[in-house]
C-alpha cells in the first residue's frame, strides 16, 4: 500500500559531506537494462533459402542498380550499415540499433566506468531529435563550460544531428581527453542557439559512494550498474551499520541503468524473499525472485529519483515500491521497460535488440510512464546540490515519528519456471 504524498516539504537547509559523489554520472548511449557480449556473432546456417533469397531479391537488385548507375563513387561499407540501420529502425524500437564499431567501443567503456567526454546524462529529446542534457556530472567539463541539465544538443561540430540516432550523436560529442567538441545548444527560454566550446576530459566513475549522515542515516548512491556494484554496495550498507541505521537513502537519480543481473542483486539487499520483477517475451514469462541474500530488511528507507532514473533504477524502484519496502521521493522516473542483450558483430560494430520486457512485482509496466513517486519532490538548480531538495525531504520523512513498522506475511508466490 502506497502511502500519500507530501503536499510541502520544509527544512532548515543542510550541508552534506562528499557532495560530489551526487549526480555522478555518464555520458551512454541509451538507458539499458540486459547484458553486453563481445563475442562477434557467426552467421547462421548453411546459407539463404529458398524464400530468403526470393525476399532479399529486391534488395540485391538495388544494390546492383546503385553501382551500375549512381553518379557518384559508393561506399559500400556506409551502404551496408545504413542497411543495418534501416533494418532495425523499422521496428520503432528506439532501443534496438545498430552501433558502429566506434560507438560500441565507446558503449562498452562506458560501462567499466571510465570514459572520455564531458560527464553529462543524455536521452534523445523526441521532439527536436537533439540530444537532451537530463543532469550534469559535477566537476566536469560540461558544468565547466556552462551546460546545464535541459539543455538539448543539435548541432556538434557545426553540423545539424537532430536527424541522426542518438547513438551516432554521442559517438560524435564523445572524444579524446583534451580535445574540443563545438556543441549548438537550445535552451530552455532562449530566442537564439548557443554555441559551448567544452573541452573533453577522461571521466572516472565510481559504481557506489556511500556516507553516514547525521541522525545515524545511511546514504548510498548508485551511479551505474556494474557487475560489482551489488556487492560494494552491500559492503558499504554493512559498514555503515545495516539495520542497525536509523534510516537508509538509496539514491538512483540520473542512473541510466545497467545489467538486469545487477539490478535484482541489488533490490534483493533489501527484500528477504518473493518476487522482484516479472520479465514476459511471446513465448515465455518469468518471476525473477529475491536471492535470498538480504542484508537490510529492517530499516526504514528511501529510495531518490529523478527523470534520469531508467531502467535497472527503475525496476528497483518499483519492486521496492510495490513490496511496501520503501518510500519513493523524487520526480517520475524515464520509463525504460524493456531488456536487451547486445551483440559484437564481426565488422566490430554491434547490436542491442530488445528481448523481453519486464514489470513490477504487482504487473505494472513502467514503459513510456515510468515509476511515480510516493512523494514528489522537484530537484531546485538554483539552490544546487549544497542544499538538496530531494535530500532533505528523504532526511525529513526518515526523522519523522511514526508508528513501528509491522511486516505482514508474504502472500505464498509460485515456483519461478521459466516456460520453454
Known amino acids: 500500500m502506497r502511502r500519500a504524498p507530501f503536499t510541502q516539504v520544509t527544512r532548515s537547509l543542510i550541508t552534506l559531506s562528499a557532495l560530489s559523489a551526487l549526480l555522478i554520472t555518464l555520458f551512454v548511449a541509451g538507458y539499458t537494462l540486459g547484458a553486453s557480449d563481445r563475442t562477434p556473432v557467426s552467421a547462421q546456417g548453411d546459407g539463404p533459402t529458398e524464400e530468403t533469397g526470393a525476399l532479399f531479391e529486391p534488395f540485391w537488385e538495388t544494390w546492383t542498380l546503385l553501382h551500375e548507375n549512381y553518379v557518384d563513387p559508393l561506399d559500400d561499407e556506409a551502404l551496408m550499415e545504413g542497411a543495418l540501420r534501416g533494418m532495425l529502425g523499422s521496428l520503432g ?47 566536469s567539463p560540461a558544468e565547466a563550460a556552462g551546460l546545464r541539465a535541459g539543455d538539448t544538443i543539435v548541432e556538434v561540430d557545426g553540423v545539424d544531428v537532430t536527424r541522426q540516432g542518438q547513438n551516432e550523436i554521442i559517438a560524435k560529442v564523445r572524444g579524446p581527453a583534451g580535445s574540443v567538441v563545438r556543441l549548438g545548444v537550445r535552451r530552455p527560454g532562449a530566442a537564439e542557439m548557443l554555441h559551448v566550446d567544452v573541452t573533453r576530459d577522461r571521466i572516472k566513475v565510481s559504481s557506489v559512494t556511500s556516507e ?45 541503468g545497467g545489467y538486469l543481473t545487477t539490478a535484482i542483486d541489488v533490490a534483493s539487499a533489501f527484500i528477504d524473499s518473493g518476487p522482484v520483477v516479472i520479465e514476459r517475451a511471446p513465448d515465455r514469462e518469468y518471476t525473477h525472485e529475491a536471492l535470498g541474500n538480504a542484508i537490510a530488511t529492517h530499516v526504514p528507507m528511501v529510495v531518490l529519483v529523478d527523470e534520469g532514473s531508467a531502467s535497472a533504477s527503475e525496476l528497483i524502484a518499483g519492486a521496492l515500491q510495490d513490496r511496501d519496502r520503501a518510500t519513493i521521493i523524487g520526480m517520475p522516473t524515464f520509463g525504460k521497460g524493456s531488456v536487451q542483450i547486445w551483440r559484437e558483430l ?56 511514526r508508528a513501528p513498522r509491522v511486516d505482514a506475511p508474504a502472500a505464498p508466490v509460485p515456483s519461478a519456471t521459466p516456460v520453454s
Open 93 to 139: 524500437d528506439q532501443n534496438t540499433d545498430y552501433m558502429d564499431p566506434e560507438t560500441f567501443a565507446q558503449v562498452n567503456e562506458s560501462m567499466g566506468g571510465s570514459y572520455e567526454g564531458i560527464g553529462a546524462t543524455v536521452r534523445q529529446n523526441e521532439v527536436s531529435g537533439g540530444l537532451e542534457l537530463v543532469s550534469i556530472m559535477a566537476g
Open 346 to 401: 564481426s565488422n566490430g560494430g554491434g547490436v542491442r535488440i530488445t528481448i523481453s520486457r519486464w514489470y513490477t512485482p504487482d504487473g505494472h509496466s513502467v514503459s513510456d510512464v515510468g515509476i511515480t513517486p510516493d512523494i514528489e519532490v522537484a530537484f531546485d538548480p538554483v539552490r544546487g546540490l549544497e542544499d538538496d531538495t530531494q535530500i532533505e525531504a528523504a532526511i525529513d520523512f526518515l526523522t519523522e515519528p
Open 212 to 256: 553516514v549522515l547525521d541522525g545515524n542515516i545511511g546514504y548510498v548512491r548508485l551511479n551505474q550498474f556494474e557487475f560489482s556494484t551489488g556487492q560494494a554496495m552491500r559492503e558499504a550498507i554493512e559498514a555503515m551499520g545495516g539495520d542497525a541505521l536509523s534510516g537508509l537513502i538509496l539514491d538512483v537519480r540520473a542512473n541510466p
